[in-house]
């Protein structure tokens, strides 16, 4: 029905339920790779390896891509928060364009 040449499926912005990949990996034949991505990334930031066979992340970073997490305080959400730290994501690299149109 797709013609027979599909290699790999991409989705992004949350894991996909361990059915739901299982179901697709049956009926196309293909890995199916799960990322994270914003549009000021200019795509992905994150992505799991086509040969990884497990299911419920988003893979690891882009081997360009600088990451680090930031307290926020004022949501009590903290880096030394035990046994997951949590914060603000901030993501560094070259794909992350510098503004928005016309907007410092």
Known sequence: MLGGNIRVM?????????Q???????CFSCPISDGYGMTEVSGT???TENADLTTGHVGGPHNL?????????DMNYFVTDTPY????LLVKGPSIFSGYFMQP
């Open 10 to 18: 991409g989705a992004g912005g949350a894991p996909m339920e361990k």
């Open 20 to 26: 739901v990949v299982d179901f697709l990996k049956i």
């Open 45 to 47: 930031i994150t992505k």
């Open 65 to 73: 891509m600088k990451f680090r997490l930031k307290s926020l305080p």
């Open 85 to 88: 730290p949590r914060g603000e």
